[in-house]
């Protein structure tokens, strides 16, 4: 029973360690995709790439402070080294962000068309497809972090 209620627990601080990384990456991509496209006037879309630096430099803010969320308070340290634990997070964090870039442009170019109007605020396109990309791709990474990178 207690195994059951710390594998809980580590999959609720999973959630908490990612909903503050997605709210860090999401807010970076607002504030990128706001002002990178008046720096690089393709931003918007790059021979069909749709905010490519705005997402790779937020997904790169969100994955750090995953990084030490990670670290502080959801996954146990020992499998590897410091140094290669690092590694490790880096490079399943390279291959979720390739997998996130690629579902950001399928939901930004066949799912959502259009923003959502609450009324008192305006979710965009880019943020709705933001969102969606990092939920799809939080599911791979726990699974992958914590069998691979950390004690699984």
Known sequence: M???ILKQKQVLLFVLAGALSAVVEIGSFKTFSVYLPQIFSQENNFHGIHFPLS?????????I???FLSIWFV????KHSKRKEFVYFMFVSFFSTIISLAFFQVFFRFVFKEHIDLGFFVISQE???KIAAILLVSILNYSVKKKVIFNG
Request: proline share 0%.
């Open 2 to 4: 207690k195994e059951i």
């Open 55 to 63: 997402n790779i430099f937020s997904t790169t803010c969100g994955i």
């Open 75 to 78: 996954f146990e340290r020992g």
């Open 65 to 67: 402070t995953n990084y």
């Open 127 to 129: 943020i709705l497809s």
